[in-house]
């Protein structure tokens, strides 16, 4: 038997997630003597080193194969389909070199630009700003939002290429603007005695709304005029 690291490029998932496979391969000759003679002709004259190399280079291109076809949630959370499927793809060109995988796993999935780990975690953004109103006075009001991931091809579209600060910068200029057009809106006084009720609510729901394409969710939002 032969025990193959495999480690691949960075691969997009099936929603569009950049990462990495780190994986390891039993693979052992077959045990028909046309299988074995299949190998026998195949490896003829290399090196363990080479032949090491000729099946590392088939198991890393049917990894990648998988990885492309499966979904984030799918190779975080269920392994083993992502094993069996693996397994099906691969059997065919291994078995032309007289070969078959004894076991496949996986060792690890790496976050290779952070992105996994966004689409994970809940997005927080606090900031406080003057508002003008209807009736042209200004209101203080500090923002406190949650947001989660939704929908991930849309969010790794959007933010992909975002550092963290940009993101949130982002977001923060975008929820600005939703407030500042339904502010403008109501007086000062509607204002005061809506923020803890129906404004509040009316805001989430526009927010919502906004961050939709975005692939995001608000979770939880808190206005409090200050």
């Not at 078959?100 to 700003?129: E, P």
């Not at 200004?138 to 790794?156: Q, S």
């Amino acid at each position: 038997a032969r025990i193959i690291d495999i480690k691949s490029p960075e691969i997009l998932t099936r929603d569009k997630v950049p990462v990495a496979v780190e994986a390891v391969a039993t693979v052992k000759v077959a045990n028909s003597s046309e299988e074995i003679l299949k190998a026998a002709e195949r490896f003829l004259g290399k090196t363990e080193e080479e032949i090491n190399e000729n099946i590392k280079k088939v198991l890393e291109g049917h990894t990648c194969e998988v990885i492309a076809k499966t979904s984030l949630r799918q190779l975080l959370h269920d392994r083993e389909s992502v094993v069996s499927e693996f397994n099906k793809i691969a059997a065919s060109d291994l078995f032309k070199l007289g070969l078959f995988v004894d076991a496949y796993t996986i060792k690890d999935i790496l976050d290779v630009r952070g992105i996994i780990k966004q689409i994970l975690s809940n997005i927080n953004i606090n900031f406080t700003k003057d508002y003008d109103t209807k009736d042209y006075n200004k209101v203080k009001v500090e923002t406190n939002l949650i947001f989660k991931v939704e929908v991930i091809p849309d969010f790794v579209q959007n933010f992909g290429n975002f550092t963290l600060e940009q993101r949130d910068d982002f977001l923060k200029t975008l929820v600005y603007k939703v407030i500042s057009k339904k502010l403008k809106s109501i007086t000062q006084k509607e204002i005061q005695e809506q923020i803890d009720d129906k404004l509040s609510l009316d805001l989430i729901s526009a927010i919502d709304e906004e961050v939709k394409s975005l692939g995001l969710k608000v979770v939880k939002g808190l206005f409090i005029i200050v």
